[in-house]
Structures are given as structure tokens and as C-alpha cells.
């Protein structure tokens, strides 16, 4: 790069392999953007009005500047109209009265345009220069438009004589500037930096941080007007020299970046992109000709990143009442009414809706000998709602070769106003609309994206929305066969409608659960669809339930004999433990084979390596957790006294298996791992045996 920062840049040697080539490597229009010379250098571009102001090394006659050793002139900032009536016109100097015996930009502007922040040496007023001097560091200065001049330009109060502030970038608010520093402090080599505009004053620079800077080289910063951050780096993997990511905030804190695809980046140097708000077209620099130069883009399909998770609608629950009233069994029942038509007897009852609503629910006493409700216990309104996301439609598991529909018209997004549907089906395959259809080559599990882009707003920004699921493909047929459910309280009707089949599993060793669509039956009077994978939820009150019953019990356990038939019916209730939902109980089943298969040689703590035999195991449990992201997971060893003295080992054995989910998109605060001692005679083990456990956490 021949740029006047080139002596504070490193240059990788080594070229990484381009792993990021796919599908969507053509999915960009790209072009040398026609103000660019061949022979000149042009790079680091801006919005300014109804064009470009970028830094280049052509000659101009306006000012006498000082070259460099390799014969080219030093960087001024030029102009050029990309729209409107001037559109054609040559570029031409910004700005007189900002040029300066050295290198000039990049530049940012701010308020309307009429706050021009750009990067020059500290001290400029010496009329000779040492291009190979260093001591004269770099800053950053800020000038106000007063009419149709420049004003004298402002240092940036954290200029410094003792390390280079370059490269500014403007949020469109104004209210945070972020800039390229090699202060001490930072990851290595140059680093981001932000300060927040506090009462008319730029806070302290905070460095972003290790999910952006490395100890590498991060450069060419520009925050997009939708707010998210594209940057250079030389420091994460890419395709070689400089190549661009970007990143968006949520939370306060950076997601992980993403790398922009080619043909922007390629095995060259590639930096100073800029974008409008959606990221359809902007202009980046490259010295993939040799100079570098100014290149315009457009893209032909949206990029999404940092999706959400699919989330799975809930429309199955337990319902049952607190309050207890002693009942006449042989010439009274209790009975629900849902408010759908579904009516079902019982003080508890599991119960599926078809979608959202508002239903009246009901718990009557019903009299036996006449059908009608002798009193009515409980009544309200129950409001079932979707969660509001993007909601992607198709099967868990599929064949090779074999079509999938993918749909998008479960996606409830009420205040979006929605221009498309984009899908991304993880194996370089891109398509658009709100119902698809899709086939895959090979093997595997693949992550499908939704993304969704609304109509633009009244600044031309659109809103991005995507979210991800992951699913199954296999090349043999016989995978998906169904098997035998274990537990005969959890058998369901078998249907097959379509596409989709259903099948009874049997939780074994040897074998998984396949998650299938099933039926519930009501009592014969009618049968309600649900998943398998849909969380029966319990109403919070349970937890108070339990509570006044266990009051109650203490009181009522000395009158058994004066009132034996209350008082065994709440015992009764206090023993019995509530129904568990189908999804927890068969996941909890699931954990249990899953847990007996893992053994505790698989893992050799002290190297922190796992063996091959864990690997199958382990990538079943990674699949439970992320197709049910409520759901967190405690990991215990369980060690006998005889082996008491290995407790650091086992931590470090749960701790690899955490590493192993958390690397693979697990949240770590999912995640709980612990080292029980325990005597293992008691269990009817031997005494030396140690033991690892898989166990939701319920508290």
C-alpha cells in the first residue's frame, strides 16, 4: 500500500484459504468506480452532499506539496459529484484552506455536512518534512462550513504527540466518533476506539474491545447510519492482506463479526467501505490493480447475521387450580372447558390449542347424573400469543436429493411492514419469497436463515429481521425410520399427513429420540395437533400452589383421623408430583440414556482432550440445547469417596464438556457444571465407580 500510514500498518505474509467462498460469492455487483485513476492512488471514500470526498495522490496545481521517496505526490482530500446535475465533473480539491504541506484525510462529516472531521499530522506548519520521521503522529482535527469556507481546523482534544488518532467515522446522530488508535492499552498494532459526545464533550476513547480489535491491525472504521460497524483488519481470518467485517451492537455488547464476502474482499487489500443504511450499495477501496483504488458496489442479496434462534410457539399447557374442594366422586367430576370447543375431565388436564387467541377458560363440577355443572370452581381469560419473529415453516429431518418446502407465512412480526422474504439454506443456496422450495446435495446439518426486510422508512432505511434453525439431512433412508416410545404414558396416536410422518421412539442406548408431529388425544371427543417439541408451560401460581399446600398439610396431618377423607385427598395432592409436560419428559429421558452412554474415560482431563466416542454423544446433546434454547443444562460428576481425591480432574472434565457446547453456539449461562462426592454402596454401585450426569435445572 503506498498510504501515508503505511509505516504503522503491518502487511500479513501469509494468505489464509478462501473459506469464505460459497454460493454468494457472486452475489455482488462490483466495479472501479469511474473517478478512480489507473495510475493514481484513491482510497478511504465519505458521503459529502451529492457525492464522494475520498484521499488521493493525483497532482494538482493548487498547492505545492512534498512527495514521498517513491516519487508520488502526498494525500489530499478531493470531491467528486456522483449524482445530480454535476454528475461527470472531475474531482477536485475539498477545500483549499484544509490543505497542508502533508497528507490530508480521511474525512467524516456531521451535521448536515457542515462538520468536516478528518485526519492530518499534528503539526503542519513546517514548510519541509521528513517522510520518514514518525514523531510527527497523526490526529484528528474538525473544521465548521461558515457559509461556503472552511474555518480553521480544531485538534480533537485526545490528539497526542506520543501515538497516531486517525481514520474518523461519524454516527448519524453524531453522538459517538469512532477512530484507529495505537495508544498503549490496546490488543496490538492499531486498534478502534469511541468516545460519546457527553453535554457538548467527547467522553474518554474506550477501545471496543477483543470481539472486534485483535493483535493485528483494525482500520478504516465507518459506522452505517443503521448503526452497524464495518471495519479492516488484517488480525481475523479472511482471505488475505486487509479485508473487511462488520459488526452490530445489541445489548451493549459487539456480536460477532461478520466477514463481507467476495468479491469485495479478496486475497488483496481490501478497506474504507462505505454503505447506506441497508447495505444495498456503497464504495470500498482495493489495491487489487496494483494502486489502490476506489471501487463501487451493489448487492443482489441482503446479508444477515446474527439471527436469532428460532423459537418454537406455545400452545400446549397444563392447566389445574390452586384451590381444592373435596368432591363427591360418585356423582361428580371435575370438568375443563378451554374455550375452543374442547372440553376434557379431570382436576389437571393437558390441553393443546390450534394457534393464538383469546379463550374463556373454565373448571366446573360437573353432576353426574344430570351433565350439568353443579358449581362452577374457576374462570378467566386465557391469552395465548405467538412470540412476535420470523417464523421459519419446514421439516427436522429430511433425505438427500429430496425436496423440503420452506415457508415464512407463520412469521409474526405486527409492526414490520414487510417488503420479502430472503432465505439462506447454509449450503450456498440463496432464495427469495415467502414460500420456497429447496434440495440438498449431501449429508449433514445445515443452518437455514430467514431474513425479512421491511419497506423503507422516510430516511430510505429498512429494518433487517432474521432468525435460524437447523436441520437434519440424511443419505440414508432407513435414518428416519420411527421407533418405539418407552414410556406408555407418553404413547400418541400415529398420523401421516402430507409429508410428515409420525412415529412412536423407544429411548434406549443405542438409539435418539426424532422429534415428530403427533396427536394428543382428548377423551375421544376430539383431537388437537401439537409438536412434540412445544413446552407444556405451567402457570407461575404453581410455585404458590405447592407453597399453601405444604401449610395446609402441616395443619391438616394431626386431623387425619378426625377427617380422613380431606385429609388423604391432600396428602394426596402434596405426594403426587405434577404431570410433566411431553417435551420436558421425553428430554429428560433423552438426558438420562444420554448420560449412561458417556463414560467418564472418554475425556482425559489433564490433556483436555476428548476421545472420538464422545463426539457422537456430545453433538446429540449440542442439538438438544440449541433446538431448545430455554432449556439450561447442569453437567455433574458425580465421585466416590474412594476417589475424592480427583475432584479437580472431574471439574476440569465438566468444564471441557461446557467448552465443547459453548464453542458450538451454547450460551454459557445455560450452562452449570459441578463435583458431587458420593457414596456410591448406597445407590447399590461400587465404591469406586465415578459417574457423569446430563439434568435440566429446574430451580
Given at each position: 500500500m ?18 469464505f ?87 467524516c462529516?456531521?451535521?448536515?455536512d ?84 457527553v ?10 474491545g ?36 462488520s ?110 387467541g383469546?379463550y ?5 363440577i ?159 371427543i ?30 391438616f396431618?394431626?386431623?387425619l ?33 444420554l ?20 463426539t ?51 450460551d ?32
Amino acid at each position: 500500500m503506498n498510504r501515508f500510514f503505511t509505516t504503522i500498518l503491518l502487511v500479513l505474509s501469509i494468505l489464509f484459504s478462501t473459506f469464505f467462498a460459497s454460493g454468494q460469492a457472486d452475489n455482488y455487483e462490483v466495479k472501479q468506480a469511474p473517478f478512480s485513476s489507473e495510475k493514481d492512488d484513491e482510497y478511504s471514500s465519505a458521503y459529502y452532499k451529492e457525492g464522494l470526498v475520498f484521499c488521493s495522490n493525483r497532482r494538482t496545481d493548487l498547492f505545492v506539496t512534498f512527495s514521498t521517496p517513491e516519487d508520488k505526490e502526498l494525500f489530499n482530500m478531493f470531491y467528486v459529484p456522483i449524482q445530480g446535475d454535476s454528475l461527470g465533473k472531475a474531482p477536485a480539491i475539498l477545500s483549499v484552506e484544509l490543505m497542508t504541506n502533508f497528507n490530508d484525510g480521511p474525512a467524516c462529516f456531521g451535521a448536515n455536512d457542515s462538520i468536516i472531521l478528518f485526519s492530518r499530522n499534528n503539526e503542519v506548519n513546517s514548510k519541509k518534512r521528513d517522510t520518514k520521521d514518525d514523531r510527527n503522529k497523526l490526529g484528528i482535527f474538525t473544521s465548521h462550513l461558515i457559509g461556503t469556507v472552511w474555518n480553521e481546523p480544531k485538534a480533537f482534544e485526545y490528539n497526542s504527540k506520543n501515538h497516531h488518532i486517525t481514520m474518523p467515522s461519524l454516527s448519524k446522530d453524531g453522538s459517538q466518533l469512532f477512530f484507529v488508535s495505537d495508544m498503549s492499552g490496546g490488543f496490538g498494532g492499531l486498534d478502534i476506539y469511541m468516545c460519546e459526545k457527553v453535554n457538548n464533550t467527547w467522553s474518554k476513547p474506550i477501545n471496543l474491545g477483543n470481539e472486534i480489535n485483535t493483535k493485528g491491525n483494525e482500520s478504516f472504521p465507518f459506522i452505517s447510519a443503521s448503526g452497524e460497524l464495518f471495519f479492516a483488519s488484517n488480525g481475523h481470518k479472511g482471505l488475505g492482506g486487509l479485508d473487511i467485517f462488520s459488526s452490530i451492537k445489541k445489548n451493549g455488547k459487539w456480536q460477532k463479526i461478520l466477514p463481507i464476502k467476495a468479491p469485495i474482499n479478496s486475497e488483496f487489500d481490501d478497506f474504507g467501505l462505505i454503505t447506506d443504511c441497508n447495505f444495498e450499495s456503497g464504495y470500498f477501496s482495493s489495491n487489487r490493480k496494483g494502486n489502490d483504488d476506489i471501487y463501487e458496489f451493489r448487492t443482489k442479496f441482503p446479508q444477515f447475521s446474527n439471527c436469532d434462534t428460532l423459537k418454537e410457539n406455545q400452545y400446549c399447557f397444563l392447566f389445574y387450580d390452586e384451590y381444592y374442594t373435596p368432591l363427591d366422586t360418585l356423582n361428580t367430576y371435575y370438568e375443563w372447558v378451554f374455550g375452543d370447543g374442547m372440553k376434557i375431565k379431570g382436576k389437571e388436564a393437558e390441553h393443546c390449542y390450534e394457534g393464538p387467541g383469546n379463550y374463556e377458560v373454565e373448571l366446573n363440577i360437573i353432576d353426574k347424573r344430570t351433565g350439568e355443572v353443579f358449581l362452577q370452581q374457576t374462570k378467566y381469560e386465557f391469552e395465548l400469543l405467538d412470540f412476535e419473529q420470523a417464523y421459519i415453516s419446514c421439516v427436522d429431518e429430511s433425505l438427500s436429493m429430496h425436496p423440503i418446502k420452506f415457508e415464512a407465512s407463520k412469521t409474526n412480526l405486527p409492526t414490520v411492514d414487510i417488503a420479502n422474504y430472503y432465505w439462506d439454506f447454509g449450503d450456498g443456496f440463496l432464495d427469495e419469497g415467502i414460500d420456497v422450495n429447496h434440495y440438498y446435495n449431501r449429508e449433514g446439518d445445515y443452518k437455514v436463515i430467514l431474513g425479512i426486510l421491511s419497506e423503507k422508512d422516510s430516511l430510505g432505511c429498512r429494518k433487517k429481521i432474521c432468525v435460524e434453525k437447523t436441520i437434519t439431512i440424511n443419505d440414508n433412508p432407513t435414518a428416519l425410520i420411527p421407533m418405539n416410545l418407552e414410556d406408555s404414558n407418553l404413547q400418541r396416536n400415529i398420523s401421516s399427513t402430507g409429508e410428515s410422518f409420525i412415529g412412536q421412539q423407544q429411548i434406549n442406548e443405542t438409539s435418539f429420540r426424532k422429534s415428530k408431529l403427533v396427536q394428543l388425544p382428548s377423551n375421544g371427543i376430539s383431537t388437537m395437533k401439537a409438536f412434540s417439541l412445544v413446552f407444556f408451560e405451567s402457570f407461575e401460581k404453581e410455585k404458590q400452589f405447592a407453597k399453601e399446600y405444604e401449610e395446609m398439610y402441616e395443619d391438616f396431618e394431626h386431623d387425619l383421623n378426625s377427617n380422613p377423607a380431606k385429609a388423604l385427598a391432600l396428602k394426596s395432592h402434596l405426594n403426587s408430583r405434577r404431570k410433566s409436560n411431553a417435551k420436558m419428559h421425553l428430554i429428560e429421558k433423552e438426558l438420562q440414556a444420554l448420560s449412561s452412554q458417556f463414560q467418564c474415560s472418554y475425556i482425559e482431563a489433564e490433556t483436555q482432550t476428548m476421545s472420538d466416542s464422545a463426539t457422537p454423544i456430545l453433538n446429540r446433546l449440542l442439538k438438544i440445547l440449541l433446538t431448545n434454547p430455554l432449556i439450561e443444562l447442569k453437567i455433574g460428576v458425580h465421585i466416590s469417596k474412594a476417589n475424592s481425591g480427583n475432584f479437580d480432574i472431574a471439574g476440569k472434565a465438566t468444564q471441557l464438556i461446557a467448552d465443547y457446547l459453548v464453542e458450538r453456539g451454547v450460551d454459557t449461562v445455560r450452562l452449570r457444571t459441578a463435583v458431587y462426592e458420593t457414596t456410591f454402596e448406597e445407590a447399590g454401585m461400587k465404591g469406586d465407580m465415578n459417574r457423569l450426569e446430563f439434568k435440566v435445572i429446574k430451580e
